[in-house]
């Protein structure tokens, strides 16, 4: 069974930066494309960013581009949100997803097949 631990969450204020993340318990990484995702309260789970099992490809939501930068480290076995310029909207929980068979598409809830438990990014004054 495949786990994900997120970490590096917390509080941040407006214009404040944060870094994301997030560890699998996995023999090798690097077969797998991985996503980060966030739900704000009341609202559905959506797509931040993604990056291919090769790392050559990375996709941004429309309101991250520009701020938010996704890496991997396959040696550590993790993947990474680099979150700057941050926003109030920007508050949520925050999901890394792990996809198995990465085919081109990322960026959908429904490609993914393990979730971490997620972690609180809240942005406040």
């Known amino acids: 069974q495949i786990q994900l631990v997120e970490s590096g969450g917390g509080l941040a204020q407006p214009g404040g930066s944060l870094r994301l993340s997030c560890e699998a318990s996995v023999f090798t990484l690097d077969y797998y494309a991985l996503g980060w995702f966030r739900q704000a309260p009341g609202k559905e789970r959506e797509a931040v960013s993604c990056i291919s099992n090769s790392g050559a490809i990375t996709k941004y939501a429309e309101f991250a581009k520009g701020r938010f930068t996704i890496s991997r480290d396959d040696a550590k076995k993790t993947v990474y949100l680099q979150m700057n310029s941050l926003e109030p909207e920007d508050t949520g929980v925050y999901y890394c997803?792990?996809?198995?068979?990465?085919?081109?598409?990322?960026?959908?809830?429904?490609?993914?097949?393990?979730w971490g438990q997620g972690t609180q990014v809240t942005v406040s004054s």
């Open positions: 997803a792990l996809h198995l068979e990465y085919s081109g598409s990322c960026m959908l809830n429904s490609d993914y097949d393990y």
